[in-house]
Nanobody
């Protein structure tokens, strides 16, 4: 497995922006597809966005399309989630994850970073 550490969360007003980072170590980051998930208070964890190992293909949840951009820099072993036009409903703990093609599942998770959007 790869070890993941998120950063960049915080408190922002609605309409503002944040960029989350996900630093990877332990295994070769470029071998893994990467994703961002979030868990809002009282809700289940939900998918936000994902990017394949090469960075050439991305997938977004409908809630993220047009506002969030996922990217990665394999030379820096780091993934990113740029979040613009934030809404109060984006308030959640955001997690990055690495996908194992061998296990066919998201099997490495970070500890999460809190994003709070105020009105």
């Amino acid at each position: 497995q790869v070890q993941l550490v998120e950063s960049g969360g915080g408190l922002v007003q609605a309409g503002g922006s944040l960029r989350l980072s996900c630093a990877a170590s332990g295994r070769t980051f470029r071998n893994y597809d990467m994703g961002w998930f979030r868990r809002a208070p009282g809700k289940e964890r939900e998918f936000v966005a994902s990017i394949i190992w090469s960075g050439r293909s991305t997938v977004y949840a409908d809630s993220a399309k047009g506002r969030f951009t996922i990217s990665r820099d394999n030379a820096k072993n780091t993934g990113y989630l740029q979040m613009n036009s934030l809404k109060t409903e984006d308030t959640a703990v955001y997690y990055c994850a690495a996908y194992s093609s061998g296990d066919n599942r998201w099997n490495s998770w970070g500890q999460g970073t809190q994003v709070t959007v105020s009105s």
